[in-house]
Every structure is written in structure tokens, then in C-alpha cells.
């Protein structure tokens, strides 16, 4: 009962126009099931493609660094699909094991910390207000 | 009832000791509240310590890049305390409102994919495995 | 070593009562691995169920609505077995394939502001508060 | 050192022109502070509102639905400042407290059952792949 | 235009025997605003307080751990009211604070190592499935 | 493309001495994937286990409610590994079902109010302040 990926065949022209445009953008191929499941709704694929294309562009951050930050937010919501694509993504621009391995680091302090604040109740300092 | 933060003056030796590290590895004047209400329990602040320091150190990484990605996390998990303080990190490390502008566009749209990738039961792709 | 799920005929009275109240009440032949699981525990099995129908029914919101709500919490938290099951149960309700892209497109915009607003710390306007 | 938001007359005009079409499209005199704070990056604000302004249109799902779906995913996530202003959208789209009453019923027992799965780590059933 | 809390003299007789039961069940003085602020459900009001009793009632675990529990949730979901109202129950209970300090160091690090797995995508070990 | 776990055999000395440790401390044959996957980075393998080891061992709180917490935290993240691998050690130190049960209820609980809490809006009490 779950939709399936529409597939490049079966999309219709508007569907298959975002696709041309994601493979033409990323010189791949296919595009990945993410693009061709949100396909189910055309006007949703659109959009968040045309938003991804212009936030992932290079831009005062450069690419790595963005598709680091995707994983950071990946990994902290548990989503296992976005982690693995958008890893794939930051070695493609470069990420090293190394790198990837103080992401990691800095992931996992992050969200112990945050919860330590929140355990302990921390008030803002006057200097942060 | 709930806790207060414990100052300088009436912190235990092992806690001072921490306190004055934390000043002199960031050379600020006094530590924030988070140290002071987590210094409640000694081997928490002196371990939460050590490994953020070693966590946030130049490495692989450059400590603006970790800064954002601790930004990017906490705003993930809506813990207000921790993105004003590592934001005001970040900014002493260099981050320019354009970087900030586009580290919150990156975390927005990778919470917004995060939930499509769950609500439309994206299964991984071939290449991917 | 994990738990297996109850099956009808090596329930407990107590819970096989559950069991056939959800199967009358749902016109099913069986119930789900959910309940069969939380069988190990009766009284959770017993409370979950009457506080499900009671929350579940038809009342100021109609039950599409109510299951459409489901899917979009199961999705924020990426719970992929709750979004099949209520994305299943909001189909038989009537749910549309285009209602559930805009569903999908709501679910994905609120996470992606949420963000925004943790991130920039906004703070509540007068006419809200 | 917080950023503080962007009042109408000191914007630029790209700013101005976002701000003029949520005045218009809403029929309020002023716009709230999440856009004034959002448009510290104009990108991001242009980008948020033209989405906003299209997924939360009147379609498949009635405004009022859509309302409620959002202040349902904001509870979820904790995020304060989107209830409350989704929870007035919701407010003046129709929503009676008793059907307030019942959204957060159903997002309460959404959050508790999502756990349950988690915990007792449920398979999916046969019925549901 | 938000909700207020429900006080005692203002309540249906329906809230009224609700909150006596919290008050002659807990032996205080007057409910929480927890209480007065889901009594405009009534239904949810009652299904509530009758769960939470039972759940949190002595049993195979003893209500401080149970208390410890909650707060331990709440911490990891940013709940600060219920941080702060399951703290004092768990304090009421017997709850040190040394107690209090390794049940944070628990939370944090679990919040920690969880995001370690999500990002390492640590697949299930066969002694384990 | 994804890492592969580390197997003793092909670990730098450095990693091997932590596997070893976790093997004495542990009493089991081998370490479980978590250790393996996160030794592509040694020095958050060293890091983690240290915390872990002085955080889990026997203190105000003993380790069976140390383990117990680590489930409820990885129940609410939806960390299924670590749900799976810390109720393992949750009964090696003697969680029964019946305590398994009332655990996953108080989770549940703790899940469904912190939502109602967040949904309602709900202040601090004066005497919680």
C-alpha cells in the first residue's frame, strides 16, 4: 500500500522537468528515491528542490561546510536516509574520515550539553542577553 | 528549589580548578552559567570540560566550522541557551551574519527533509548501500 | 532476546479481552504487532487501548483529521512504523494522495520554521502574548 | 549582541516588498517577529514566505486543517513561539477550544504511542509493507 | 487570547472532582497549572490524572525511580516545566543531589552516544537481535 | 561507501587497547559495532568509552537505574541500536518484564504530558519557581 518512486518513465512532464534539472545541476545519472518519492506531489518537489539548489549553492558558506551542517542536523533527528545521503554528499566536496569523525565528536557534545542545560535549568547570563 | 549557580568564591578546590582552566583556556574574565550549575556535580563539570576542549580544539575542523555545527544542533533541539552562547562563539570565531543567514537556511531545510524522508518512507537507494 | 509479539491464542484472558474489543471495534481480524507487544504489559496494553478509542473517535475533529495529525507527529518524530499505520489508517478514513501531500508539506514547513525561530531566538510579539 | 528584528522603515527594499505582500496576503497591518528577525537573511525570508504562502493555500486540506497540523508539529518540537502564533492562525481559521482540546489529545497520545514503539522496538506488520 | 489556568472556583463539577482526587492523592493544598491548563478538557483532564496515577503508582519500580524517569524524558525533550515539577516530585521522594547529578550524566551521555550510532549508522550486532 | 566496523584484529594499537579495556571492564568476548564504528575516529572511541565507563559504574544511583534511564532517553530519541543493546544490559542487571513495562509506561507518560505541556503553553508554578 506504501507509494512507490515514480520513476523517470512514468513521471509526468513537470515531474520529469525538476528531474532533468536535479541531474543536469549534480551531473548524475538518476536522481535519488528522496526526489522521486516527494514526486508524489509535484508542487512539493519543486519547491523544495528549487530551495535546496539555492541553500546548497556555494555562498558565504562554502558546499562542504553546508552538507556537514546537513548531516549534524541528520544525525541529531536520527534519519538515517538523510545521514547516509548527505555523507555521501560532504566526501563528494571533500569531507575526510577525519573530518567526518570531529563531526561526529562535535554532534554528540552538542546534544549532551543541550541536555545537560536543559536538565539543569541553566539561566542566560547577562553577558549572552 | 531549584538549583543556583555556584561562584568562584564558593566553589570547592577540584571546582575552581576547572573554573580557572575554562578562564584561562578562553581567556574571559568568569565562566558562564553553564559551569556554574553543572559544577553541582564535580566529575560532571571537570569531564564535560575536558572533552569539550578537546572536542572544539583546532583539528581536521577549524573551530568556527565546529562552532556552527554546535549551532546548527542546538537549534535542532530548541535549546535557546545553547545557541546564543555558541552563536556569540561563532561570531568571535568569524561568523558574519551572511555565514549565520545561511547556517539557519541549511538547518531549516534539512529539518524540513529530515520529516519528508520520514513521512514518505524513503527506502535507501542502491548507491547508497 | 527481544520481545515476541502476543499472539491471540497464548494471550491472557485480560488480554485477549483487549484483543476482541479492538477487533469489534475496528472490524479487523487481528490486531496489530503494536498491541501485541505491549501485551507484556497488560495495563499498559488496557490503558493505551481505551485512551486510543476514546482520543480516536469521532467528535469536535472528525477521525481523518485526527489521523492526519497522527501521521505528522509520527513523522516529526520518525517513527516509521506509526506513520504506516496511521498513514494506512487516514487512507481508509478517506485520505487522499493529495491529501497527504499536502499533509507532507505542512509537516515539512512547520519543522523547517521551527528551526528558524529557535535559531534566530524569536522572541513573541506583543499581540501574542 | 542578538540580532533584533528589522523594523518596516529601516528595511531595504527587497525586505520591504516580503513584508508588504504578508500585510497584504494576511490583511494585518504588521507582520510578526519571526519575519523580522528571518530577514537578517533576505534569501531566507523571500524563500519562507513564498513556500509558506503556497503550502499553507487553501487546496486538498482546508486552512483550518493545515492550521492545526502546524501547531501539532510545534508541540511536538517544543517550539513556543509557533504554537502560539499557529494556534492564533488556527483560532481565527475557525478552531474551537474543543477542538483545540482534541488536536492536543491526539498529539499527546501520538508522542506517548510513538514511544511505545520505539521502546518495544514493534515490526511492521505483514498488512503494512 | 491564550488560555488561562482553571481555577478550583471556576470549575465544573466534572474538574472540581478531579483535581480533589490530585489534592487527596498527593496531600497538597492545590493542583499545578499542568492541571488547571488541560482542565479546558475536560476529558483529556480526567484521562490524564487516572493514567498518571496509575503509571506512576509503586510497583515493580518505585516512584522515585519513575520520577527519575520523567525528568530524565523531559530534559531530553526540553521540557522545562517538567523538568522543573518532576524534579521536585523526584526530591519529595528522596531524590540527593548526587542522585540528580549522575541522572544527568546519564541523560547526557545517552543523548550523546545516540547521535554517535545515528551518525556512525552502527548497524545491530547478531547478539543483539 | 558507508564505514565498516573496525574488527581487533585490524585495529591500530590505540584502538585495540580501548576494545581490550571494554573487554576486561565488560567481561564479553568481544566489543559490540558501536565500538567498532566510532574507533574510525580513536580519540571519540577513547573519549566515549572513558565516559562512559565512569558514568555508568555504581554510585549514588546503581547501574540497573543507570541502564534503565539510558532506555528511556534512547526510547524518546528513537535510537532503536541503543534501545536494543541497553535493555540487554538493563537485564543482564536485572530488569524483570514487569520492570521493563512500567519503564516503557512512565516513557510513554513523560512523552504524551511534555507534548500537552508544550501544546497548552503551560507557566511555572510560584511554588516550582
New interface residues.
Given amino acids: 500500500?506504501?507509494?512507490s518512486?515514480i520513476q523517470h518513465a512514468d513521471a509526468s512532464p513537470a515531474v520529469r522537468a525538476v528531474y532533468d534539472d536535479i541531474k543536469a545541476t549534480r551531473a548524475v545519472p538518476d536522481v535519488?528515491?528522496?526526489w522521486k518519492?516527494?514526486a508524489?506531489?509535484p508542487?512539493?518537489l519543486k519547491?523544495?528542490w528549487e530551495?535546496?539548489k539555492?541553500?546548497?549553492a556555494p555562498?558565504?558558506?562554502d558546499p562542504l561546510?553546508?552538507e556537514?551542517?546537513?548531516?549534524?542536523?541528520?544525525?541529531?533527528?536520527?534519519?538515517?536516509?538523510?545521514?547516509?545521503?548527505?555523507?555521501?554528499a560532504a566526501?563528494r566536496a571533500g569531507m575526510?574520515?577525519?573530518?567526518?569523525?570531529?563531526?561526529?565528536?562535535?554532534?554528540?557534545?552538542?546534544?549532551?550539553?543541550?541536555?545537560?542545560?536543559?536538565?539543569?535549568?541553566?539561566?542566560?547570563?547577562e553577558a549572552?542577553?
Fill in positions: 500500500m506504501p507509494l518512486p535519488n528515491n528522496f518519492m516527494i508524489h506531489d508542487a512539493t519547491r523544495t530551495s535546496l539555492e541553500v546548497m555562498g558565504a558558506l561546510v553546508k556537514m551542517i546537513f548531516v549534524a542536523v541528520s544525525a541529531t533527528n536520527g534519519c538515517s536516509y538523510c545521514v547516509r545521503s548527505h555523507e555521501a566526501r575526510t574520515d577525519a573530518m567526518f569523525g570531529e563531526l561526529m565528536a562535535v554532534v554528540g557534545m552538542a546534544n549532551e550539553t543541550n541536555r545537560l542545560v536543559f536538565g539543569y535549568q541553566v539561566e542566560l547570563d549572552l542577553k
